[in-house]
């Protein structure tokens, strides 16, 4: 049970659970609290009741600096002065060349990448404003597929990214990451394909559904 004020319960004994390695989806209307269940998962804030556990492990009992190790891209891209393969990089910097571009061609950004004037030698300038916004969230899942994190979450990080690449975006996580904890917060329904679990949050609750029933 979650609310960021004491009188409004955002989150009333919702109950959510994922083995390693299973893939499962939040959904739901805007502000139902598909958002808040990830701040609550890396500890931005504390819940109220409750307790959220990994691996057995109850997080109040997990360093800050070890939750914020699971690689989380949300909608706002985050990027920064350099070359397109140092941003890349910045998920895990001890990466080689390869997986850089690996982890592009994981996330998509390789087709666009090719294209640019210096490829990955690109230079990037503030915050990214030399690309488009659906390129800037395809370098932040790159960077977060570089990362050796078991946990990722993306929160409507293809929001502005086309079907065509957002479909191939899917299957490519899905394929080169069987054994990650991957939690999907989408309104695109060709998102929920291949998810283990899916789960709705409506009116503070949560009911897990198929995706043949989300697809109508």
Known sequence: ??????????????????????????????????????????RFYNIDEGKITIDGVDIKDISLECLREIAMVLQDTHLFTGTILENIRYGRLS???????????????????KNMPEGYDTMLKGDGSNLSQG???????ARAALSKAPILV??????????KYNELLHY?????????????????????AGMDRIYEIQNHAIKECDYAELEK
């Open 1 to 42: 049970t979650f609310g960021y004020n004491p009188d409004k319960t955002i989150l009333k004994d919702v109950s959510v659970f994922a083995h390693p390695g299973q893939k499962i989806a939040l959904v739901g209307s805007t502000g139902a609290g598909k958002t808040t269940i990830t701040n609550l998962i890396t």
């Open 95 to 113: 990466a080689t060349d390869e997986e850089v571009r690996q982890a592009a061609k994981t996330s998509c950004a390789d087709m666009f990448i």
């Open 135 to 141: 390129q800037r969230q395809l370098l932040n899942i």
């Open 154 to 163: 993306l929160d409507e990080a293809t929001a502005n990214i086309d079907k």
């Open 172 to 192: 490519n996580i899905l394929k080169d990451f069987p054994d990650k904890t991957l939690i999907v917060i989408t309104h695109k329904t060709e998102n929920l």
